[in-house]
C-alpha cells in the first residue's frame, strides 16, 4: 500500500463530500472517534454566553448543537462549507432545533469572510481535508479579534511505531473517504502563530485538539 499522498483539487473534494454526506456517522464508528470528543473539543474553546463562534468545515452540523449550547441564544455561530451536500443536512439540524442565531454558509474556507470580529474559531475534521490550510488558517487567525481563541481538532497518526505501522492504510482508507491528508501535521502550524499554545490527545495520540489565543 501506497504511503504518499498526492492533494486533489477542490472540485474533487467537494463532490466527495456531496456523496458521502450520509456516511457521517458510520464513518466516526468505522474511525473509533471518542463519544465525548466533540463536545470535548468545544469545551477547550472555553465559550461563554453572548460569544460569536465559527466552524470551518461544518459539514452535516455535528458540532453545532455543542456550539450552541456553549453561546446560549444570545451568541452567534457561524458555519462555513463547500459542500452544499453536507451543508443541506446542517441546516436541517438546524431547522429541526429551531435555532436562529446560527448563520451557514456555502463557501471555500478560504474565501470566508464572516459579518463580524469572532470570538473564536474551530476547525471541525477539516484542516487536513483542505490542500489550501495554511491559507485557510491566515483567514481564520484575521477574523478572529485579538485575544480571540483557535482550535483544531481532529484525528492523527498514533506516535511512534504505531503510527508508521498504520499509515499505509490510514492514507488507502483517507483516499476512500473524507480525504484527510494524514501527513499534515497542523499543531506545528499553529503554535507558532499563537499565544497560550496548548495540545490534548485522545484515544493512544490517535486524536487531538489543539488551541491558541489570537495575539492582540
Ligand atoms: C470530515 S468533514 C467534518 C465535518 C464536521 N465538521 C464534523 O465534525 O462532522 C470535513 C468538512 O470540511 C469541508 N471542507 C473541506 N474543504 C473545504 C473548503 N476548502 N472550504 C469549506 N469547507 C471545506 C467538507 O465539505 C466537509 O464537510
Same mark, same amino acid.
Not at 492533494?7 to 471518542?34: Q, T
Not at 460569544?51 to 455561530?77: K, Q
Given at each position: ?12 473534494? !467537494? ?52 456550539? %450552541?449550547?456553549?453561546?446560549?441564544? #444570545?451568541? !452567534? ?11 443541506? !443536512? ?14 451557514? #454558509? ?6 470566508? %469572510? ?49 503510527? !508508521? ?52
Amino acid at each position: 500500500m501506497a504511503i504518499q499522498w498526492a492533494d486533489y483539487d477542490l472540485d474533487f473534494i !467537494r463532490r466527495r463530500y456531496d456523496r458521502i454526506a450520509s456516511l457521517i456517522i458510520p464513518f466516526e464508528w468505522l474511525l473509533f472517534m471518542p463519544t465525548a470528543f466533540r463536545r470535548t473539543a468545544v469545551e477547550r474553546i472555553g465559550l461563554t454566553p453572548g460569544e460569536r463562534v465559527l466552524e470551518i468545515g461544518c459539514g452535516t452540523g455535528r458540532n453545532l448543537p455543542f456550539l %450552541r449550547d456553549a453561546v446560549g441564544p #444570545t451568541g !452567534r455561530v457561524y458555519g462555513v462549507d463547500f459542500s452544499p451536500g453536507m451543508l443541506t !443536512r446542517a441546516r436541517g439540524v438546524v431547522a429541526r432545533n429551531g435555532w436562529t442565531n446560527i448563520q451557514l #454558509t456555502e463557501s471555500d474556507a478560504a474565501d470566508y %469572510r464572516a459579518p463580524e470580529p469572532l470570538d473564536a474559531v474551530m476547525f471541525g475534521l477539516s484542516y487536513n481535508t483542505m490542500p489550501h490550510h495554511r491559507a485557510v488558517l491566515a483567514r481564520a487567525l484575521d477574523l478572529l479579534r485579538p485575544g480571540g481563541r483557535i482550535v483544531i481538532m481532529d484525528a492523527k497518526l498514533p506516535p511512534g511505531i504505531g503510527g !508508521r505501522l498504520v499509515l499505509p492504510f490510514s492514507i488507502w482508507l483517507m483516499k476512500h473517504t473524507v480525504l484527510g491528508n494524514p501527513h499534515i501535521r497542523p499543531w506545528e502550524h499553529l503554535a507558532p502563530l499563537v499565544d497560550d499554545f496548548a495540545m490534548e490527545e485522545f484515544l493512544f495520540g490517535s486524536y487531538y485538539v489543539c488551541r491558541g489565543v489570537k495575539r492582540g
